[in-house]
C-alpha cells in the first residue's frame, strides 16, 4: 500500500548535507511506490503562545501535511550537541495548540548525518525524548548515525554503492513501522 | 564589584510564567548593584548557515550583549520536553560562525518555571548537555525547577515571601560562580 | 488473551515506593487475567564483559524471564538525576553476550514514582534512550511521572481511589502496546 | 602544587580499553608530580538504600577516597547509549545517605572510549547530568570521544604520539580545572 511520508529537515542550509541526505532517501529503491513531501520549515515565525488561536499560514500548512501523512520522517542535523533550534520550532508549532497536536500517533523514523557521527547521535538522543512525548512510535533500530564521507552520496544524488545496503534496509524498517500503524 | 549579566528568556508570550520570573528574580535583593539586560531573542530569524558571513543585525546585537557581559542567566520555559526551539535558535546564531562563538566561557546559570516543575526539569536536562559543549561553566546547584504557583510572585512583580529565601540563595550562587570566572 | 509481563523494580530498599507501586500495579483491574513476574535484579553481580560465555545463574534467570515474556514493565526509581546503577546492572546484563539481548524486540513500559514527581521524570528521560537502543518498543503516551503522596495506596497496598483511573489507564495502554507487539 | 585525583573507571573487563586510556592517561607528561589513585569499583555491592546506616567496607573507602581527592577523572565505556551501571553504582553509592555525598563540589573530567566514538559521546551526554546534580563542576572543553583505533596507545601502554597532543593537552585541561577549585 503506498504511504505518504511527510519529510522534515533540520537544516536550512541550500547544500546542507542532511538536505541531501533526505533526497537521496526518498529516491532509494525501497521507497518506491510511496509518496515523500518534504515540509517547508524554513519560512515559519518563531513559536509564540499568543499566535496559539491564530496561526500562521505556514504552520497551518505544516499541520495539514504532518495531519495528512501516514508517517514523519527527520533528517536532522546537530547543532551545539542538540537538535538545531529551527526543527524544535517546527516542531514546537504544529504541537500547538494545547490538545491539537498534528504529530500525535504518528510514527517516525529519525536519521541524520554529521561530520564523524557523534553529532547526529547527540541530537537525536534528545530528539527522541521530544518525539516519545509527542506520542509517535518511533523506530528503534537500526539507528542511523551517519557520517558525512567520500562516496556517501553519488555525483546525481543517489545513495553511494557502499551505503545503499544499510540506508536501504533502514528505509524499509521505517516503512514498515509506519505500515504496521496505518493497520 | 558590579557584574554585567545578560539575560536570556526561553519564552515569547507576552505574560510568560518565565518572563514574569526573570523580572522579578533580576530585581532581588540578591541582585542588586549587578547590571542585568535582557537579550531580543524574538526578532531573530531561523538560523541558516549560509548567513554565517552575513549575520542579521539582531545577531550581532545578540552576540555583542553576550560577548560584553560576565556572565548569562538562561530562564526558560520547557515545550515539549525539551527547550523551546526559540531558546535553541538564539544558542545556534550566537554559537556561530565556526571558532566566533559569543557564549564560550562564560558562565551561566539555568533556571525556569513551569507548572508542576517536571516540564522545566526536563528541559533543563537538555540545556545542561547544550551549555556544556558551549563550553559555559553552569552552576550545579542548587537545582532551580520552579512549579508555578499562587503567590510565587506578588501583585507588584517581586519574589514573593514564601519563595524569597530560595530564589534570593540561588541567585547569591549563580552571582558567585560569575565573580570566580571574571577572577 | 493472556499476557506474561515481566516487572523489573529499578530499587532493592524492602519498603521502596517503586515496588509499592509495583505491586499495586499488577492488582489493578486492568491488570487482571495477565501474568506478572517480578525479576530479581538484587542478586546479579556487577557486569564484567570477561563473564560473557560464562553469565552467572542470575543473569540466566533474568534472561529466561524477559525472552518468555510479552513485555517488560519497568517501575523505577531515580537517583542522582538517572536510573538507578542496580537497574542499569541488569539491563546491561541481560543485553550481553553481544547479538543475545535478551531485550530486544519486548515491548516496554516505563513508570516511576519519586517525591515530587522531578526525580523520576529525569530518569525516565534517560531510559528511554537505552530502551530505544535495545530495540524496545515504548509506550510513549501517557507518561506517568508519579509524586509519592498520601492516599496513592490503600494499606492494604492497592491504587488508592484517586489514581485508579490513571493508573489504570496506564496499564491498559501499556497492555494494547504488547497485546499489538504480540500480533 | 601537586594534586591528588581519584580516577573512576566505568569498566571491570580485564584488557577494558578505557582501563587502558585510564593507565595511558595517568602517565602522560602532563600529568607528572600529580597522584591518582584508581578507586576499586568492581568489588561494591548493589546500592540499597537500607544499608545508608552500614555503608560496605568498600564503600567507605571509596567515600574516603573521594573525599580525600582534590578532583575526579571519570574514564568510562557505554553500555546501551549510557553509562555502565557499574560506573552509576559506584557514583549512586558514594552520593549516600543523602546530605553525605562524597561528590559534592569535587571538579571533575569526562572522558571515555568506544569503537568509533559514538558510544562514549552518548554515555557522557548522561553522565553529565548526573555530574551536574552530584555538585560537580565538570570540565567542559575540549570534550574527549575517544574512538579506538591502532596506535591510540603505544605497546608500553603509553599514549601513541598521534593522540600525544590532543589527550595531553585535555588533561592540562581537567588539571587546570581542578587546580582552579583548589583555590
Known amino acids: 500500500m503506498p504511504l505518504n511520508i511527510a519529510v522534515v529537515v533540520g537544516s536550512l542550509r541550500a547544500e546542507s548535507y542532511n538536505r541531501q541526505l533526505a533526497e537521496a532517501l526518498v529516491r532509494l529503491p525501497a521507497a518506491e511506490g510511496h509518496a515523500f513531501t518534504f515540509a517547508d520549515i524554513g519560512s515559519l515565525p518563531l513559536y509564540d503562545q499568543d499566535d496559539d488561536r491564530d496561526q500562521a499560514p505556514g504552520v497551518k500548512d505544516l499541520k495539514a501535511l504532518i495531519s495528512g501523512s501516514d508517517g514523519v520522517l527527520f533528517v536532522t542535523a546537530e ?37 564523524g557521527a557523534i553529532g547526529t547521535a547527540l ?61
Not at 538545531?84 to 516542531?91: D, F, M, Y
Not at 562516496?151 to 554503492?161: A, H, I, Q
Request: charge should be negative; glycine fraction near 14%.
Open 123 to 183: 541530537a537525536q538522543q534528545h530528539l527522541r525524548n521530544v518525539l516519545a512525548y509527542l506520542d509517535m512510535p518511533t523506530l528503534t533500530q537500526p539507528e542511523a548515525f551517519i557520517g558525512w564521507k567520500d562516496g556517501l552520496l553519488n555525483p546525481d544524488g543517489t545513495v553511494g554503492e557502499g551505503s545503499a545496503e544499510f540506508l536501504g534496509g533502514w528505509m524499509t524498517a521505517f516503512l514498515g513501522l509506519v505500515e504496521v500503524h496505518k493497520g
Open 79 to 115: 547543532y551545539n550537541r542538540s537538535i538545531p533550534g529551527l526543527l524544535k520550532n517546527a516542531i514546537d508549532h504544529a504541537s500547538r495548540p494545547y490538545g491539537q497536536s498534528a504529530w500525535a500517533g504518528k510514527p517516525a523514523g529519525v536519521i541524520g548525518v554529521s561530520i
